[in-house]
């Protein structure tokens, strides 16, 4: 699933004419750098939820024929967040682990090995060292166990039946925007009310349910969904070419 619904405000002026999905990089959208990369490593279906310009969206899917089968979730109502907008695309998802990736995330990340190593968990965050404002917390077993924005100094622990971790002792690290969450937890989401942030579900999710990080030191990420960075994303992506 890419999530391509939010508004794009940061890209602003270009976003009052577009979609960010459709905001290009090196000549192309950057809608169709995701679905190049997720055709690349085997996907053959992708639900992409879209709201604002949303007609745009599926005028350019169908025009521009990629080899996967793409599948809507319509938010044009109401945007329902990541969370939300998972839960919305549910009918479409089908059984079994759902790769989630934000549209506006550039990254030299195997999604194919990220995707191997989240068996047996509900739901698996792809992670790396890199310097921002917010973490989310691991436990030695790679266990999430709670979020922290250091700017404002707010944290949230999950909530454990039993009530042990030893939450001093918990490494901070800082998520990528690629996810998967298996359908398994789906139902937990009837929970929660029509909208809400997908981060916050894992924190609950993870006192009842494995969820699991996964660090990639070799991550190479950019997020583009702001003037600043898209100005850099050519670079960044020719970069990334030159390694290989």
Request: glycine residues 8%.
């Amino acid at each position: 699933m890419i999530f391509a619904a939010g508004l794009g405000t940061r890209l602003k002026p270009l976003t009052d004419h577009m979609p960010k999905a459709l905001v290009e990089v090196a000549g192309k959208p950057l809608l169709q750098h995701q679905l190049e990369k997720l055709r690349s490593i085997g996907v053959k279906r992708v639900v992409i939820n879209v709201h604002h310009f949303a007609d745009m969206i599926e005028e350019w899917v169908r025009e521009h024929p990629m080899g996967v089968e793409v599948l809507f979730s319509d938010e044009r109502e109401a945007l329902l967040e990541t969370g939300g907008g998972i839960r919305k695309a549910r009918p479409l998802l089908g059984e079994g682990r759902v790769l989630i990736h934000n549209c506006d995330i550039l990254s030299n990340a195997d999604l194919k090995s990220f995707y191997e190593k989240g068996e047996g968990a509900a739901a698996t965050l792809l992670l790396s060292e890199r310097k921002t404002s917010r973490y989310l917390l691991f436990d030695n077993e790679m266990n999430l166990q709670g979020w922290t924005n250091i700017s404002t100094g707010e944290v949230k622990y999950v909530s454990h039946p039993d009530g042990i971790c030893d939450f001093s002792q918990l490494r901070p690290l800082a998520f990528s925007g690629i996810h998967q969450i298996d359908s398994s937890a789906f139902p937990l989401m009837d929970e929660w009310p029509e909208k809400f942030p997908i981060i916050d579900f894992y924190l609950s999710l993870a006192g009842r349910m494995k969820v699991r990080g996964v660090v990639d030191n070799s991550l190479q990420l950019m997020d583009v969904g702001k003037q600043e960075t898209l100005a850099e994303a050519e670079s960044f992506l020719s970069a990334l070419a030159a390694r290989g």
